[in-house]
């Protein structure tokens, strides 16, 4: 369906997450995957749904020769714990520690999704409560081990190991957890 309702654009997906194409490709959606290089850094007075919408923007931004044919659609996810954003971890001490602060509450996970061309843009959010039980050090350490937390925003995946075991209960959409929203970026691409 939205192979049909897309095939007058091109479809640049600038993300480099296999989650995220692959979420496309179940979509059915005909795209390309473009890569730029942006230092994410946002000021630091934003909080929850701002950042999310800054990164997502800062990231279209890098794509400059958009024609009326091209879609770009780029995104940004972070976990949200007590005012505080936990982005991917960058070492296994890190991923520790974001862990270790997620272990026995509840934080939120935020999306947003830029979807842009040559003549407009239009930015959408969403967000899912997700609630941790008390994680032992031996769980996280296990699981940093065999799982590699580094490409995830909040050190972990809910679709592995520790989705399993550590998380009690989610409200929302699993699937912005596990890196986009597509139900709601479904709704906003049947409406181009």
Not at 36 to 62: H, M, N, R, W
Not at 97 to 115: C, N, W
């Amino acid at each position: 369906m939205l192979r049909e309702k897309l095939k007058d654009y091109n479809v640049i997906l600038a993300s480099g997450s296999p989650r995220r194409q692959q979420f496309f490709k179940d979509l059915d959606i005909d795209f390309s995957v473009q890569l730029k290089e942006v230092e994410e850094i946002y000021p630091q007075e934003l909080k929850g749904t701002e950042i999310t919408d800054f990164l997502a923007d800062l990231k279209s931004k890098s794509f400059t020769n958009l024609s009326d044919k091209d879609l770009l659609i780029t995104s940004d996810t972070i976990v949200w714990l007590e005012e505080k954003a936990l982005g991917k971890p960058k070492n296994p001490e890190e991923a520790f520690k974001m862990l270790k602060d997620l272990s026995g509450k509840k934080h939120q996970v935020i999306t947003s999704i830029s979807i842009k061309n040559k003549n407009f843009q239009k930015i959408i959010n969403d967000t899912t409560i997700v609630s941790f039980k008390e994680l032992s050090d031996e769980e996280i350490n296990y699981y940093i081990k065999n799982y590699q937390p580094f490409d995830k925003a909040g050190a972990y995946g809910i679709q592995e190991w520790i989705g399993f075991i550590a998380i009690d209960n989610i409200k929302g959409s699993y699937f912005n957890v596990v890196g986009l929203p597509v139900q709601k970026l479904y709704k906003e691409l049947i409406k181009l």
